[in-house]
């Protein structure tokens, strides 16, 4: 986000943010406190008022332009400075999107806040987990919103903000939340059909967590569907006799999946799972 030396104003879009046409007549945005103060279009902009620039292309004004000009230019402060952290940290690059969507939320934590409305985040143990270098980061920006607004945010919140993070590295697309959300589904099943409250910090939980990473990416692997007919499914016959409950529970498993997601689970997997779902089990407390 480099500035130029002067900018002419396009658009006053509100006190902190206007457009300006850059050499290629595309337009970008300008933020920066009290910007367009006293100033019309066509006025020229001083380069030391502006804090940020973002180009957005195409699609992208329309559909953000109204984000922008609701967002008070201390959310993107902080924005920044998370997103800042994370590139240092993390060798990522972030986008005039990752910057807008992420202020975004952090302004309707802020509000939710003081109005003591808090969002539990469900997948919190997976994120945190699967994603512990952008967790800290998480993290880190709770302590920079306490810092500037006195607002202290649950640890739900670092996970959301991780997500944000996330977006930067790996894209955090459709099927990566598709992911996490199915590993939760899968882990919610388990814990409702034997009426079990895991303990989410015991090393049985993570080894889990674990089989279940590499059965997401396994599951979703192109070749999945044709290695279907070849699978190895002695286990899987052996275990159904000797855990019937567990198989059953896989069973219900491979329903959702296949009902969801259109994922089929071959009888070598299953073996797994089940193999994986007993030894969790065998380690966990049935809930009073």
């Known amino acids: 986000m480099q500035k130029n030396e002067e900018y002419v104003i396009f658009r006053i879009i509100n006190n902190n943010v206007v457009t300006s046409l850059d050499e290629q007549s595309s337009e970008v945005v300008l933020m920066g406190k009290g910007i367009s103060y006293k100033k019309k279009v066509g ?28 967002i ?8 920044a400075d998370i997103l800042e952290m994370a590139e240092k940290e993390l060798n990522v690059k972030a986008n005039p999107i990752g910057y807008i969507m992420l202020a975004d939320h952090i302004a309707s934590a802020i509000e939710r806040a ?28 709770l302590n920079i919103v306490e810092a500037q607004f006195h607002i202290k945010l649950p640890i739900d919140e670092a996970g ?10 790996e894209g955090m697309d459709s099927a990566s939340r598709q ?15 034997f009426t079990i409250n895991f303990d989410r910090e015991s090393i049985y939980f993570e080894r889990f967590l674990t089989h279940l990473k590499y059965f997401c990416v396994r599951t979703y692997a192109k070749d999945n569907e044709a290695k279907q007919g070849d699978s190895d499914d002695f286990l899987y016959r052996m275990l ?19 009902y969801n997601y259109q994922i089929k689970v071959s ?3 299953k073996g797994f799972l089940i193999v994986h779902i007993n030894n969790l089990l065998m380690n966990s407390t049935i809930a009073t």
């Open 267 to 269: 009888n070598e997997e």
């Open 179 to 193: 992911r996490l959300r199915m590993i939760n589904a899968v882990i919610e099943m388990v814990e409702s059909y």
């Open 160 to 169: 959301f903000i991780t997500f944000h993070i996330i977006s930067l590295s």
């Open 240 to 258: 159904k006799i000797q855990y019937p409950e567990v198989t059953k529970c896989t069973e219900l498993i491979q329903e959702y999946l296949m």
């Open 72 to 79: 008070s230019i201390q959310y993107f402060d902080i924005a």
């Open 114 to 141: 003081k109005d003591n409305i808090f969002i539990e985040n469900e997948m919190l143990k997976e994120i945190r987990f699967f994603y512990p270098k952008e967790f800290e980061i998480g993290k880190k920006a």
């Open 43 to 70: 006025d020229c902009v001083d380069s030391a008022s502006i804090d940020k620039v973002f180009v957005l292309k195409g699609k992208e004004k329309n559909r953000y332009m109204d984000i922008i000009k609701h």
